[in-house]
Structures are given as C-alpha cells and as structure tokens.
C-alpha cells in the first residue's frame, strides 16, 4: 500500500535529457523559420517598393540568433544542473547515465555528446560541490554576458552605419567605428 511511484533516477534522467532535447530542438526549427521570414519579408519589400530602408528589417537577425544562443545555453544549464543534483540527491550513477544515454539511437548523437561532455565523468561528493562554484556554470554565465554586450553593441553598430550611410553624417560613423572596436575588444 506505501509502495512508491516514484521512477527510478536513472529513466527520470534519461527522460529529461529527451525533453530538454526536444526543448532545444524545437526552439532552434522556431529561430529558423522566424530568420527566413524576416529576411525573405525584408528583401520582397525592398524589392517591390523599392526602398533600401526595408533592409532595416535584417538588423532583427543580430538579436534574435544572440537571444536563440543565451535561451539555449541556460536551457543547456538547468538540464546538467538537474543531473546534477539527481547524482547528489538521489545516487545517479554519473557514469552509467553517460554510458546508457550515449548508446541511446533516438537522439541526434552530436546534440547528446555535446550535453554529455558538460557532465563531469566522475563522482563528487556532497562537500567539495558546495565548497567550490561550478567551473562550467560560471564559463557560461560570463560567456552569456558578453553575448548580451555583443548582442548590444553589434546591433547599435549596424544602426548607425546605416544612419551615416543614409544621413552623410561622419559623427555617426566614428560612432560606428567605436563600436566595432568595442566589440573587438569584447572578443578577447
């Protein structure tokens, strides 16, 4: 009468990898049927009107793929993060979880591998995980940072090169200039 329903870890992370998976790849075909239509509806209307400033439309592209990459990466996050505390919580075996999904033929193998390798292959204990931040987690929160920085300024930098170009103005275009260069210096 007390038995449990609860399933065991190991299918309830396996089943987890297969949503967030799902997740990923649903959010990746969304991306690329708004990007073609932004870009086939922007260039059709210059076109057809025959007006260059329908071309503003593309400037879209620039915080749409940056958004796509920062919701994948947390998605990616809270997945190994749930693995995680499933390992600490619950006694999943890290390496037969890495074993079984990788041997799994339902799921495109390089979406799985690169999940897997965000896993670390060993155990850890409960202490040395509380005592030291996660190396992974904090690489991919800096590195969401600077997509969010580079999001903004390579966005601000396409405005107003197209604002010199249509307006002449040389103030916009060292604005443009300072910009890149900011961004460039991102990158390092």
Known sequence: ???STE???LVEALDLTFRTIEKRTKLYRTLVIVVAAITVT????SILYQRWLFFAGL???VPLVGGFSIIDSRCVRHWRTQIL???RARNLDLQLYIKTASELRKISPRILQDMLTTIPSSQRTEGSQQQTP???DKA???LEKKTI?????LSAAIVSGAGAAAFYSGALLLLTVALIVSLALLRR
């Open 42 to 45: 922007s260039i059709t209307c």
């Open 1 to 3: 009468m007390g038995q």
């Open 134 to 136: 996660d190396p992974f």
């Open 140 to 142: 991919q929160k800096e």
């Open 7 to 9: 399933k065991p870890v």
């Open 149 to 153: 920085i580079g999001i903004v300024l």
């Open 59 to 61: 400037i879209l592209l």
């Open 85 to 87: 505390n499933m390992s």
